[in-house]
């Protein structure tokens, strides 16, 4: 069965400070992985999309890295602000070539960035 | 607007009533997605569009949970006979290209909050 599973649940920084954001998963065959943040009460936005060639993703202060071999991937935050305080979710989807795509949703990390 | 709208935002509906769930997508968006997402969980596949095509559904909970998309742009989320457990957030996604091709962004609308009592 796919699996996303993501670590910490949850997480709590000073701002300013840099945070690292796992996700594990075995999908397979693999077709993406996508990081979005969740603020609470609004819908998923995306962060960073990475396919199967591409190790690093960078958007802004947001940096994801993606190991196809140990099926790993981590969000990297740098200088956190107030505003970075959400749910971050991975989720993976299949190479859709043997069949139809269903993407696998992560349950999600809650960050908390205090002042 | 320019963003996935659904609406409403909030529904409470008693348990053993119909409910219909609106989702617009971004304009010219060929897919469209519907998720559950129950507190403190992450989306959970539902079902898909490809245009007006309902070509997964396989995520449905049960034969009480329809979805269509007759012209290919407003789809709609409707649940019979509710149940206590399908309180959740129902959020609709959309893309640019089509599923099978799924390098795109999917645009998320805020999704409606569904009680059931």
């Known amino acids: 069965k796919n699996q996303v599973e993501q670590s910490p649940q949850s997480l709590i920084i000073l701002e300013g400070k840099n945070c690292t954001l796992q996700?594990?998963?075995?999908?397979?065959?693999?077709?993406?992985l996508r990081w979005y943040k969740q603020d609470t009460g609004r819908g998923p936005v995306s962060l960073t999309i990475?396919?199967?060639?591409?190790n690093t993703k960078s958007n802004g202060r947001y940096t994801a890295t993606l190991d196809a071999d140990t099926k790993q991937s981590s969000l990297h935050i740098t200088a956190s602000q107030l505003s970075d305080s959400a749910s971050y979710i991975c989720?993976?989807?299949?190479?859709?070539?043997?069949?139809?795509?269903?993407?696998?949703f992560g349950r999600g990390t809650s960050l908390i960035v205090h002042p | 607007g320019a963003g996935v709208s659904q609406s409403p935002r909030y529904k409470v509906a008693k348990r053993g009533q119909d409910v219909a769930l609106r989702c617009d997508p971004i304009s010219g968006h060929v897919s469209l997605f519907w998720y559950q997402q129950a507190l403190g969980q992450g989306p959970e596949f539902l079902t898909y569009?490809?245009?007006?095509?309902?070509?997964?559904k396989s995520g449905l909970p049960s034969d009480r949970f329809f979805a269509e998309r007759p012209e290919g742009s407003v789809s709609t989320l409707k649940i019979q006979r509710t149940q206590q457990e399908d309180s959740a957030v129902y959020l609709c996604?959309?893309?640019?290209?089509?599923?099978?091709?799924?390098?795109?962004?999917?645009?998320f609308g805020d999704g409606t909050r569904l009680s059931i009592l």
């Open positions: 996700c594990n998963y075995t999908v397979s065959p693999f077709s993406n």
């Open positions: 989720v993976v989807s299949s190479d859709p070539s043997g069949g139809s795509y269903i993407p696998t």
């Open positions: 569009f490809q245009n007006e095509a309902q070509l997964d």
């Open positions: 990475m396919t199967f060639s591409e």
């Open positions: 996604a959309s893309s640019f290209e089509r599923g099978h091709y799924s390098n795109q962004p999917q645009h």
